[in-house]
């Protein structure tokens, strides 16, 4: 899955990095290259955190989405993280589509560049959130392991 950052440098510290998609969510590094790899493991942590408390991986937008979050000189990028660790246990199940809604499916995904299972997987729980199907009550909540912040909204630097 692949997540929007936005990483930003101020003269007198290092690179700060923000994923505007999962509020909370901060890295650094004194270079570039070591920021936007960092990033990628506040990424992970912040994905473990969730799953633990039971929660859903949130759906990631394009850096479009986001860049009202972007300072001026800031940079934005994309960090890819297999998210598949933190899905929990997979089962495969076999199901039927037409042609030619599954050669749109296909194309979508690769659009997205995700896979036809990521794409069903994505819709499917865009659908049931939207709908407002019943949440799956069964999980155990577990605590977590780590301190997050609760949600906030970023500010824009001027």
């Given at each position: 899955?692949?997540?929007?950052?936005?990483?930003?440098?101020?003269?007198?510290?290092?690179?700060?990095?923000?994923v505007p998609?999962?509020?909370?969510?901060?890295?650094?590094?004194k270079?570039?290259?070591e920021?936007?790899?960092?990033?990628?493991?506040?990424?992970?942590?912040h994905?473990?955190?969730l799953?633990?408390d039971?929660?859903?991986?949130?759906?990631?937008?394009?850096?479009?989405?986001?860049?009202?979050y972007?300072?001026?000189?800031g940079?934005?990028?994309?960090?890819?993280?297999?998210?598949?660790?933190?899905?929990?246990?997979?089962?495969?199940?076999?199901?039927?589509?037409?042609?030619?809604l599954?050669?749109?499916?296909?194309k979508?995904?690769?659009k997205?560049?995700?896979?036809?299972?990521?794409?069903?997987?994505?819709?499917a729980?865009?659908?049931?959130?939207?709908s407002?199907?019943?949440?799956?009550?069964k999980?155990?909540?577990?605590?977590?392991?780590?301190?997050?912040e609760p949600?906030?909204?970023?500010?824009r630097?001027?």
């Amino acid at each position: 899955m692949l997540f929007p950052i936005f990483i930003f440098k101020d003269k007198s510290s290092d690179f700060g990095v923000i994923v505007p998609s999962l509020p909370g969510c901060y890295s650094a590094g004194k270079t570039l290259d070591e920021a936007i790899e960092n990033s990628r493991e506040a990424i992970e942590l912040h994905l473990e955190g969730l799953v633990e408390d039971g929660q859903e991986i949130p759906e990631q937008g394009k850096i479009d989405d986001y860049k009202k979050y972007l300072k001026e000189g800031g940079i934005a990028a994309l960090v890819e993280v297999d998210t598949s660790a933190f899905a929990g246990q997979s089962e495969r199940v076999n199901v039927t589509f037409p042609k030619r809604l599954l050669a749109r499916i296909d194309k979508a995904s690769e659009k997205l560049g995700t896979t036809r299972s990521g794409l069903l997987q994505s819709a499917a729980k865009r659908y049931l959130s939207e709908s407002g199907a019943p949440k799956d009550t069964k999980r155990p909540k577990k605590a977590a392991r780590s301190v997050r912040e609760p949600k906030t909204e970023y500010t824009r630097h001027k």
